[in-house]
């Protein structure tokens, strides 16, 4: 069977959208006690439990962590479409014995339980946890640290999600991205820099196959409080994934596929035409660029402005019973603005309406606007 057709079949159903708790995910990891080493050592501070994944029984350890940031749950839903094929086996059942046998992998899926339930970055206290990597100051990040201690694991996956803002060039968004964090100020290439560089260069020749021009290269700034940096430094290879934008995939059900076709690649369970791990290669792959909004309007008459202008639209996701809603705010206003729209509109020197009739500003939220009673972009779940 076809890796996509087992995808298509077999992935986790239960988990679907933006929004995935800790209530979610409790029982589906409890389908595979008796399978899986499942253990709840780690408590966030609001005392939600921290679960921690055991598998394969190798000598070469990876640790493996997903929303750190509590509304980054693509990589989540992707880590669980990976248990799902290390457990049923059903394809590419050598690949996945050999893998095991020489690997043990401990998997935290959701790091930040708190921030989880409010769909927030930070946590309970509003601190960002990859940016509390020196201070220590929270039960998450202490819990983390003491794995990375403990395991003494020889990779790291440190996996989140980037907004819509990113894109390539030319005319392409980033879809997957992925960073081989810095280790010093220099951005000294060390040998666990190139290591992670070469797993890069690996999955990237995969995805080139099914995302040709969507696969981007993180930016590599020095900062010690993160902790892809943080590991990196004391010598062990660290790699970032941003799961980003696929066209019209809002929920980010597509960007999971690819999530997960990269940890197949990763670790060598689904074969495909390798060229070889050259770590250089790694800098070809392009830098993500902060140059895509959700919509863009162009050409559209305002009141107050004497030229037709460009309008960009910016989607802001808020949690509303349960669901993401996806509110649409101006971003930007300007004549030929240097941003591409994942929906790019020409209104052709015409006038448009809100819903509220009020003018539109910079920073204003609205929840519709028409062109010819055509609804051109509104709230969406």
Not at 277 to 304: G, K, M, S, W
């Amino acid at each position: 069977m076809k890796i996509e057709a087992w995808y298509q079949e077999n992935k986790e159903h239960n988990l679907q959208g933006r929004y995935i708790t800790l209530e979610m995910i409790l029982p589906l990891l409890k389908k595979y006690e008796g399978k899986f080493e499942i253990t709840f050592s780690g408590t966030s501070e609001k005392e939600q439990t921290i679960p921690l994944v055991k598998i394969g029984s190798g000598d070469k350890v990876i640790l493996i962590w997903s929303q750190m940031h509590g509304n980054e749950s693509t990589t989540t839903k992707a880590l669980f479409d990976f248990f799902k094929f290390l457990d049923l086996r059903t394809s590419y059942q050598n690949e996945v014995d050999l893998f095991l046998s020489a690997h043990t992998l401990y998997i935290v899926p959701m790091l930040n339980p708190d921030g989880s339930l409010l769909y927030t970055r930070v946590n309970a206290n509003a601190v960002d946890l990859n940016r509390d990597f020196q201070e220590l100051s929270q039960r998450e990040s202490r819990y983390l640290s003491s794995l990375f201690d403990l395991l003494k694991p020889s990779l790291c996956l440190n996996m989140h999600d980037q907004r819509t803002i990113y894109g390539l060039s030319p005319e392409k968004p980033a879809t997957i991205s992925f960073l081989s964090p810095s280790a010093n100020e220099g951005r000294t290439i060390t040998s666990e820099r190139k290591q992670a560089m070469e797993y890069i260069v690996k999955m990237n020749q995969f995805l080139q196959n099914l995302i040709p021009g969507q696969v981007g290269r993180y930016d590599d700034s020095f900062n010690t409080n993160c902790v892809g940096d943080s590991f990196q430094m004391k010598g062990v290879p660290t790699i970032l994934f941003e799961a980003g934008h696929y066209p019209g995939d809002y929920h980010r059900e597509k960007t999971r596929e690819y999530i997960f076709y990269s940890l197949l690649a990763l670790f060598d369970i689904i074969k495909h035409e390798n060229k070889g791990a050259n770590y250089q290669e790694y800098f070809d792959i392009p830098e993500n660029h902060n140059n895509y909004r959700d919509v863009v309007l162009r050409n559209v008459v305002l009141p107050n402005y004497e030229n037709s202008v460009d309008i960009s639209i910016q989607y802001v996701e808020a949690l509303k019973s349960g669901k993401i809603e996806f509110q649409p705010f101006v971003d930007d206003i300007g004549v030929d603005l240097s941003v591409y729209g994942h929906r790019d509109v020409d209104i052709n020197h015409s006038k448009i309406l809100t819903d509220s009739k009020e003018p539109l500003t910079i920073n204003v939220k609205f929840s519709k606007i028409y062109h010819k009673n055509e609804l051109m972009v509104g709230v969406f779940y």
